[in-house]
T-cell receptor
Framework: DADVTQTPRNRITKTGKRIMLECSQT?????MYWYRQDPGLGLRLIYY???????NKGEISDGYSVSRQAQAKFSLSLESAIPNQTALYFC????????????FGPGTRLLVL | QKEVEQDPGPLSVPEGAIVSLNCTYS??????FMWYRQYSRKGPELLMY????GNKEDGRFTAQVDKSSKYISLFIRDSQPSDSATYLC???????????FGGGTRVLVKP
């Protein structure tokens, strides 16, 4: 089984709808991240969490919110989806300060019409 | 201006050729340097990680860092069709800090 899983893998929604993307990990990591990927722009950080009680904004948090329900679960919500939120969304985890490696999930492809 | 610049490609090479990829950055605060590989419809996976100027070799892959020029490179020797992917550089300013990614370079290795 994959260490970092994301659901759904693909989603089509309409402008104004609320949508939640979910991420689960079995790596036992404290740190979790949400990124979006757009062609030519690489990965941009939306939100990150270093433990269950810690939530931080990334560089592009406007229009998004997150919830860290448990060490293993980190959800990303779009309260009112808009077309320019169409992108590939990735969840990632990392273990500690001593290991900067981030482990990515398979991604969620989101289309907002 | 982006903090990390990377040519988007695509970079097309014949099988067996050397692939040369690079990123430039503007902030001397970056201390740790990574290369991630991303296959189509997959998440990125770490390929190489270095934190000092100079070369680091791992099999067919060599990562090179020149902090004085703010320039990092990744070389793939004896390239294979299975190396066809997008390669992203990722930089960190300090331990425990966030990754800053380049835009990625798409590489195509033709049989």
């Amino acid at each position: 089984d994959a260490d970092v899983t994301q659901t759904p893998r693909n989603r089509i929604t309409k402008t104004g709808k609320r949508i939640m993307l979910e991420c689960s990990q079995t790596k036992g990591h404290d740190r979790m991240y949400w990124y979006r990927q757009d062609p030519g722009l690489g990965l941009r950080l939306i939100y990150y969490s270093f433990d269950v009680k810690d939530i931080n904004k990334g560089e592009i948090s406007d229009g998004y919110s997150v919830s860290r329900q448990a060490q293993a679960k980190f959800s990303l919500s779009l309260e009112s989806a808009i077309p320019n939120q169409t992108a590939l969304y990735f969840c990632a985890t990392s273990g500690s300060d001593r290991d900067e490696t981030q482990y990515f999930g398979p991604g969620t492809r989101l289309l907002v019409l | 201006q982006k903090e990390v610049e990377q040519d988007p490609g695509p970079l097309s090479v014949p099988e067996g050729a050397i692939v040369s990829l690079n990123c430039t950055y503007s902030n001397s605060a970056f201390q740790y340097f990574m290369w991630y590989r991303q296959y189509s419809r997959k998440g990125p996976e770490l390929l190489m990680y270095t934190y000092s100027s100079g070369n680091k070799e791992d099999g067919r892959f060599t990562a090179q860092v020149d902090k004085s020029s703010k320039y990092i490179s990744l070389f793939i020797r004896d390239s294979q069709p299975s190396d066809s992917a997008t390669y992203l550089c990722a930089l960190i300013k300090a331990a425990g800090n966030k990754l800053t990614f380049g835009g990625g370079t798409r590489v195509l290795v033709k049989p």
